[in-house]
Structure formats: C-alpha cells, structure tokens
C-alpha cells in the first residue's frame, strides 16, 4: 500500500522568503508523484508532477520539486514567495493498484502555507 | 474551456433526507471520482468509475451511491446513512484506463452542511 506524509500541517513564512513543504511517500513500486494546490472553497490544481526521467520538476508559479529515490522525498519549494501563494497544498502519490486501471490518488493531509509581509 | 462542473456549490440537509450532488465534465476523460474532503485529514475517495454503467466503492463508501450513465456525468447521492454528512466534497476526472502517471483534473467543490 502507498502512503504519503506532509510534514508540518502549518507553514509560515515572510514574502520574499524561501518556501519549502516537505512530503515523504511510502510505495512499494516506482512512484507517480503530484503536488496540487488549494485555495479557499475551490477544487485542487495541479501544480507539477513525477512520472520518470529528470528528478528535478519544474511546475507552475515558479514551483518546483526534486524527486529523491533514497530519501522517499518530493519536497516543494520555490525560491521567493508571494502574498499569492497563500494557500493549502497536498502531496499525492499514484501507484498501479487499481484492477481494471485507472489511477489512484493518496493524499497527504495538506500543509497550509501562510505568507506574512 | 474544458473542465468539471459541480453543483451546486452550496447545500442543506435535513435529517432523514438524501441528496444529489452533480458533477459534469467536458474532458472526454473515462475515469471519474468523488473524494470527501474534512479539514485536517485530506482526501479521501468515496467511489470511482472507470466506464460507463461501472463504479467502484473507495475507502468510505458507507452512506454514499452513485450511479454512471453517461460518460460526462457522475452524481453522487448521500443518503440518510451517513451521519455526518457534512464536508467539501470534490469532484475528478483523469484521462484513460490504465494510467496511473496521468493527473486528476478537479472541480471546485460542494459544501455540504447539515440543517
């Protein structure tokens, strides 16, 4: 079974400081990792995604995240954050578990990123 | 602009009673699912369908049904057996069978509450 944890459920920071929201999978094949993003009352948005190759991923609203195989990491970051990336952000994992196919997401329980002036 | 439609976005529930939330996509996508969202505990999926006139049940299927008819529709009814219905819900829908790496596109939501 596949798992996922986001470390620290609150994340503060000051605008123009560094972001960094930490996730640790646990899968017993090779991972598809996502990171999407939430704002208030609204559906979740992709913002960058894992499948092969290059382990660094660059996504959406300068995010990017690095894939470490040894480590079991996909942490989240972006060098300067803005007011606008208050928001609540969930790492999923995705394995081939499904009979029949599809994919199947597993959550994280979300880290809420604060950005302070 | 392709993409998932939920309604309504706010909804009210008397006790004893069931209701519907709708979710419509124009993705051309085969696999839907329907996910309850509590604050602190992330996602979790209710049911998924694969194909039309198929479903299956996910990790909190209790309380919940669906049915599958058409490739753009997928309602989700909450029945009076579920007690504490009262969430975010959220709608998704992923391309093709059999592709775990392709992402899940979502809608923006219907907030249950109970009367």
């Known amino acids: 079974a596949q798992s996922v944890t986001q470390l620290g459920s609150h994340v503060s920071v000051s605008e123009g400081a560094l972001v960094l929201l930490r996730c640790n999978y646990s899968?017993?094949?090779?991972?598809?990792l996502f990171w999407y993003v939430q704002y208030p009352n609204q559906g979740l948005q992709l913002l960058l995604k894992y499948t092969t190759g290059a382990t660094l991923v660059k996504g959406i609203n300068g995010f990017e995240a690095e894939f470490k195989k040894s480590e079991t990491s996909f942490h989240l970051t972006k060098p300067s954050a803005h007011m606008s990336d208050a928001a609540e952000y969930f790492c999923?994992?995705?394995?081939?578990?499904?009979?029949?196919?599809?994919?199947?997401?597993?959550f994280g329980t979300g880290t809420q990123l604060k950005v302070e002036l | 602009d392709g993409g998932i439609t939920q309604s309504p976005k706010y909804l009210f529930r008397k006790e004893g009673q069931n209701v519907t939330l709708s979710c419509e996509q124009n993705?051309?996508?085969?696999?839907m699912y329907w996910y309850r969202q509590d604050p602190g505990q992330g996602l979790r999926l209710i049911y998924y369908?694969?194909?039309?006139?198929?479903?299956q049940k996910g990790d909190i299927a209790e309380g919940y049904s669906v049915s599958r008819e058409k490739k753009e529709s997928f309602p989700l009814t909450v029945t009076s057996a579920q007690k504490n219905p009262t969430a975010f819900y959220l709608c998704?829908?992923?391309?093709?069978?059999?592709?775990?790496?392709?992402?899940?596109?979502f809608g923006d939501g219907t907030r249950l509450s109970i009367l």
């Open positions: 999923a994992v995705s394995a081939p578990t499904f009979t029949g196919g599809g994919n199947k997401l597993t």
């Open positions: 369908s694969q194909i039309v006139n198929d479903f």
């Open positions: 899968s017993s094949v090779p991972p598809y």
């Open positions: 993705l051309n996508h085969d696999a």
């Open positions: 998704a829908s992923s391309k093709s069978l059999g592709r775990e790496d392709q992402p899940q596109h």
